[in-house]
């Protein structure tokens, strides 16, 4: 899978919008943008992904930039229950290509200041 | 739906010792993955199943980790003798499909202490 690149931490004030940015300069054409989180003492858990177009669903929304070398996980209204490290993942859908395994990297680790 | 169960949750263990780490995937689902996650090296794939065969395991450290799926619904993860290094968390997860591209579901990870 290519590499991202993500800020180690980043701090918000809780019920305030939090953006976490992931760039991902050697994206391929058929790499997806996953986005999970870990919670302490917990596995981790899905947030979102997306191909090309912005994507929302409950817990978040995913920006994605028209060049596809960066994208951006939106928290519309951060909580402590927030608070936890995001991973920014890319996955070759690319069958024959791609790897069944989630490669983490570092992440960011998300701070929610109440 | 009750998740992906692991047991124990922690455990504590000797130098030598075996340690045998379980697990309960989510059901119909047929990938399952073992992962080890340390401050030192994050979170690394062990081994990967999908329909109860072992897929993958080059991710397993040595001779003295060894993994089984005998049916759908249960993975064990088994280390002898254990040793000090082998402490960290263990999770498993599970997905539905060939496990390449699918969303894969987490258990709450066994904290394994080898003194």
């Known amino acids: 899978d290519a590499k991202t690149t993500q800020p180690n931490s980043m701090e918000s004030n809780e019920e305030e919008p939090v953006h976490l940015p992931c760039n991902h300069s050697t994206i391929s054409g058929t790499d997806y943008i996953h986005w999970y989180r870990q919670l302490p003492s917990q596995g981790p858990e899905y947030v979102i992904h997306g191909l090309t177009s912005n994507v929302n669903n409950r817990m978040a929304s995913l920006a994605i930039a028209e060049d596809r070398k960066s994208s951006t996980l939106i928290l519309h209204r951060a909580t402590l229950r927030d608070a936890a490290v995001y991973y920014c993942i890319l996955r070759d859908q690319n069958v024959r290509a791609g790897s069944y395994q989630l490669t983490f990297g570092k992440g960011t680790k998300l701070s929610v200041i109440p | 739906d009750a998740g992906v169960i692991q047991s124990p949750r922690h455990e504590v263990t000797e130098m030598g010792q075996e340690v045998t780490l379980r697990c309960k995937p989510i059901?119909?689902?047929?990938?399952l993955f073992w992962y080890r996650q340390t401050m030192m090296r994050g979170l690394e794939l062990l081994i990967y199943?999908?329909?109860?065969?072992?897929i993958d395991d080059s991710g397993m450290p040595e001779d003295r980790f060894s993994a089984k799926m005998p049916n759908a619904s249960f993975s064990t993860l088994k280390i002898q003798p254990s040793e000090p290094r082998d402490s960290a968390v263990y999770f498993c997860?599970?997905?539905w499909g060939q496990g390449r591209r699918e969303t894969q579901y987490f258990g709450p990870g066994t904290r394994l202490l080898v003194l």
């Open positions: 199943f999908n329909n109860n065969v072992p």
């Open positions: 997860a599970s997905s």
């Open positions: 059901s119909g689902h047929n990938s």
